[in-house]
């Protein structure tokens, strides 16, 4: 026994002296590439070698480049060798003219050393963390081993509820810091009717929770609210700003824009908890699913929420593009949380983006069919009524006259497409070889009389039809149509309809004979009653031949002008679009052509057992793909911060290699994991899970000494504790004092607005009050002008969405407290409070106490009260001696209130409940 002690001794020595060795060459423990040295390097470095610049050809942005040789021949970092490596020669330099970083203060001794044990233990590089796909981690144990087991009590044990919380406990542990106690029943359930709903209970809601003694209690509640129609329009709300939606199309003309079905269709999508995955699916891609339904195609309207210029003189094209970019920074934003937008010029200077990655990615939007015309095509056309009943005529006349079932749906499609959508077509800014022609305020192309254009070479075998949108108030209009010159073999002469003005138009079918090929396609225009009276084409289509009742049918339906909305579509053929990089991100300097692919740095689109198409389609089915690093995380940070008001990455838009680290990576990884594979990506599921948690159940209370070892309360020790969105605010003022209108979906409203807030010189629109109750609807129905939208909003932080919002900032502004106390919305609110606090008591002392219950759910504490009720006392006083004030204050319902009770009770009663609406346990959900 003792020789065998001897020998396991002796071996753990020679252990123990190997270990010693190793850690005297290389320090006490290996240094981490991510989080120790990827931040010096970005600190110090990488605005001179990085993906902007390259001085001397040395980069440190990818691995490859850090270790080739630089412009001196030498590579810059020697693995295993840091005296050898010229980087740490250069660092370590005294002359200021060869030390780096060149013109800025030397890195710190530390931060050289650092650098030294890296390349010495190899320099091994690493992938940022928020690149890597997640690895489900071990969920900490908490308490004793007997607690878990059920058998003691222990602090930590007795107060988890799931594992969010056993990962949060083990970093408080870490920390010093202990976990808060749960919140009362009334505070919390305020607390969670404003997270899930957005709207706060009723006092009998809180009631019925206060009376249920059941451990199940609060369980019920949250899913009552989550079953809530309101639910989906909290938390369309919220995706309203990373969609940039609007009611208007955004620049100095910024007119109206019928968009608001893909509103209702987010407020749907949430009541109905859509999978996550198919959620981002349809908003990217709904129009390439098979068969795609019209709750799918209007769910692309997420990338037609791009702003269009509409004012004369723009090139349509560089608008086009300049929407085409918006999507892919908006994609990136929203669904990848990653800064990408930068790579539109250059190479990314933090993360492993390359330039040509940008456009790669690009190259999936590129073809989409917008092209901004002031028509917005293409929409989705809904016919009603009579023209309904014509559609679906039309296509069974369809399926009828062919014999083939597969050529029969092909063809039904077809026409259906061009009935529902007018695509494919050719848009008339497209046309080239002008003569006596241009384009009419640079946005339709006009031509007088003797003048032509060329439409650009396009298939026409089997495209008998030629479908054109034209219109001209010249009486003799005649226009000639000839195949690959402009005196080349004539097609065919027909008139221009006379619509009143160019301005004006009607389609037409116009028969071609078979030409076989692809051509080019002039034509010529004849007035000689009217020379300089202009004709005007929108758009033509060539399209095979149908049936003369079929095509009466559908000339019929396109010619009217049901109500629409914008949706993606891609064109083919003819109409697909070549990728080229953009050089130094200009549009009009194109370099290499490119193909739809994705940065290297994330995972492959095609794998051995997957191939996936090169459209928005296939790129929506890589991002929610399990070895995704970057999807179901930034969703779930989204979500988090929505309950928290701080994500678990702070920086909810940027998880790279610049943004904040996580405050508990592996609670983001399992949650992540959780939220795709056990959740089956469903948002409702991850919500209650949060919800259901201990964490987000506790106080929000904070002690001096919390407060001064997590001001920010970054490892949760307390409840959250955040001032409403602008959204939640107003719709709170309606919701307690009985106004708010909860009618759902339809086309947005005008709530009561200052006069001379619009100005819209080019149509002379107006802000134009809803009324019936329509004006006292949820905020998000309010109509969004982007360049100016409503006031109150954009005091409160909104943004005016002409572009991806992806978090608001919160601020504190006496603003605020001017709108809350003076805005006509808030001011009705107040008068109505006042009635309910009349009704709920027969002293002053009394009334305060039933407003403030409603607005808080809690009882008014005896200094606040003595406050409130000298605030009365003093305004009713005033208000007796200057009945006119009160008069004026109390509006409309002062000559009804004569009879029943006092002008200067009234109007000190709404003063009070006004002061109360502007509390700050009022704005906050505490």
């Known amino acids: 026994m003792k020789a065998n002690g001897l020998l396991i001794g002796g071996l753990g020595a020679v252990v123990l002296l190997s270990s010693f060795s190793l850690w005297g060459r290389w320090g006490s423990q290996p240094v981490d590439f991510n989080t120790q040295i990827k931040p010096i390097l970005n600190k110090n470095c990488i605005a001179c070698h990085g993906g902007v610049k390259k001085a001397s050809d040395f980069s440190l942005l990818f691995k490859q480049e850090a270790f080739a040789p630089a412009k001196s021949g030498h590579p810059a970092i020697i693995p295993g060798d840091a005296e050898g490596s010229e980087l740490i020669r250069r660092l370590s330099l005294t002359d200021p003219n060869e030390r780096m970083p060149l013109d800025a203060p030397p890195l710190k001794a530390e931060e050289i050393d650092l650098l030294k044990k890296w390349i010495d233990q190899g320099a091994e590089w690493g992938d940022h963390w928020a690149f890597q796909t997640p690895e489900l981690p071990n969920v900490p144990s908490i308490g004793t081993l007997w607690s878990r087991m059920g058998l003691t009590s222990n602090p930590e044990t007795d107060w988890a509820t799931n594992e969010i919380d056993q990962f949060v406990l083990s970093t408080l542990r870490e920390k010093g810091l202990t976990a808060s106690p749960i919140a009362d029943k009334s505070t919390l359930l305020r607390r969670l009717s404003l997270d899930l709903t957005g709207l706060p209970p009723t006092e009998a809601e809180v009631a019925a929770f206060m009376a249920d003694p059941s451990?199940?209690?609060?369980?019920?509640?949250?899913?009552?609210?989550?079953?809530?129609?309101?639910?989906?329009?909290?938390?369309?709300?919220?995706?309203?700003?990373?969609?940039?939606?609007?009611?208007?199309?955004?620049?100095?003309?910024?007119?109206?824009?019928?968009?608001?079905?893909?509103?209702?269709?987010?407020?749907?999508?949430?009541?109905a908890d859509k999978p996550y995955d198919q959620f981002l699916t349809e908003q990217l891609a709904g129009d390439l699913l098979p068969n795609a339904t019209d709750d799918q195609l209007i769910a692309t309207g997420f990338h037609r929420n791009t702003m269009n210029n509409d004012e004369g003189g723009t090139q349509d094209e560089e608008f086009r593009v300049a929407a085409v970019i918006d999507r892919v920074n908006t994609t990136w934003d929203v669904f990848q949380g990653t800064t990408f937008a930068c790579v539109q010029c250059h190479s990314h200077p933090y993360d492993p983006f390359r330039h040509d990655d940008y456009y790669k990615y690009m190259a999936f939007f590129n073809n989409a069919r917008d092209e901004d015309v002031t028509t917005e095509t293409p929409t989705l056309r809904f016919y009603t009524g009579s023209d309904s009943t014509q559609l679906m005529q039309l296509k069974q006349f369809v399926r009828q006259s062919m014999r083939d079932p597969k050529q029969a749906d092909a063809e039904v499609r077809r026409v259906e497409m061009m009935a529902r959508t007018v695509e494919p077509k050719i848009n008339s800014h497209d046309f080239d070889q002008y003569v006596n022609a241009s384009l009419l305020d640079a946005k339709f192309f006009g031509v007088q009389d003797k003048g032509s254009a060329r439409i650009k070479p396009v298939t026409l075998t089997g495209r008998t039809r030629l479908y054109v949108a034209w219109g001209t108030s010249a009486p003799d209009a005649q226009v000639t149509f000839r195949l690959d010159s402009p005196t080349g073999r004539v097609l065919t002469t027909v008139p221009v309809p006379n619509t009143g003005g160019a301005w004006s138009d009607s389609v037409q079918a116009i028969p071609l004979p078979d030409v076989p090929g692809k051509h080019a396609v002039y034509f010529s225009l004849n007035s000689p009653a009217k020379p300089l009276e202009w004709v005007m084409l929108k758009w033509v289509s060539f399209q095979p031949p149908l049936a003369l009742a079929a095509e009466k049918m559908l000339l019929g339906l396109l010619n009217k002008n049901p109500d629409q909305t914008p949706i993606m579509l891609d064109g083919t053929g003819e109409l697909a679009r070549k990728t080229h990089v953009f050089i130094r991100g200009s549009w009009l300097s194109p370099g290499a052509e490119v193909t739809p692919d994705v940065p290297g740095t994330l995972p492959p689109m095609d794998t051995d057992d997957q191939t996936l198409p090169r459209n928005r389609l296939g790129l929506a089915q890589w991002m929610t793909r399990p070895d995704h690093p970057l999807t179901a995380r930034v969703a779930v940070n989204r979500f988090w911060e929505q309950l928290f008001g701080t994500g678990i990455v702070e920086t909810v838009e940027d998880m790279g290699t610049q943004g904040i680290q996580p405050t508990h990576r592996d609670l983001l990884d399992w949650l992540a994991i959780t939220f795709a594979q056990d959740d089956q990506w469903s948002m409702k599921k991850l919500l209650k899970r949060i919800v259901l948690s201990s964490t987000y159940r506790q106080q929000s209370n904070a002690t001096p000494q919390l407060l001064a070892a997590d001001p920010f309360n970054h490892y949760l020790a307390r409840g959250p504790r955040v001032r409403l969105s602008a959204e939640q605010v107003r719709d709170q003022a309606l919701a307690v004092s009985g106004l708010l209108n909860s009618k759902m979906y339809g086309p947005s409203v005008m709530p009561p607005q200052p006069d001379g807030i619009w100005q819209s010189p080019y149509n002379g629109e107006a802000w134009v009050q809803a009324k019936d109750g329509e004006q006292y609807r949820r905020a998000l129905y309010t109509y969004w002008k982007r360049t100016s939208p409503y006031p109150s909003m954009i005091t409160f932080d909104s943004p005016s969405r002409e572009f991806c919002q992806i978090r608001r900032l919160r601020t504190n502004t006496p603003l605020q407290a001017l709108v809350t106390l003076n805005d006509p919305v808030y001011l009705d609110a107040a008068q109505r409070l006042a009635e309910h606090m009349m009704q709920r008591g027969s002293s002053p002392a009394q009334q305060i106490q039933a407003g403030f219950r409603r607005l808080t759910l809690h009882e008014l504490s005896p200094k606040k009260q003595t406050v409130l009720t000298k605030l009365y006392r003093d305004t009713e006083a005033y208000y007796a001696q200057h009945p006119t004030e009160a008069s004026t204050l109390l509006g409309k319902q002062a000559g009804k209130l004569l009879v029943s009770i006092g002008l200067s009770t009234r109007a000190a009663l709404m003063v009070v409940a006004n002061t109360m609406m502007n509390l700050d346990e009022v704005i906050v959900k505490e």
């Not at 309101?230 to 995706?239: C, D, N, R, S, V």
């Not at 990373?242 to 987010?266: C, H, M, N, Q, V």
């Open 215 to 271: 451990p199940e209690a609060y369980a019920k509640q949250v899913d009552r609210l989550l079953a809530s129609p309101a639910f989906g329009e909290k938390w369309a709300g919220m995706w309203l700003d990373l969609a940039r939606y609007a009611d208007t199309k955004g620049y100095e003309r910024d007119p109206g824009r019928k968009i608001w079905r893909y509103r209702d269709y987010l407020i749907k999508a949430f009541n």
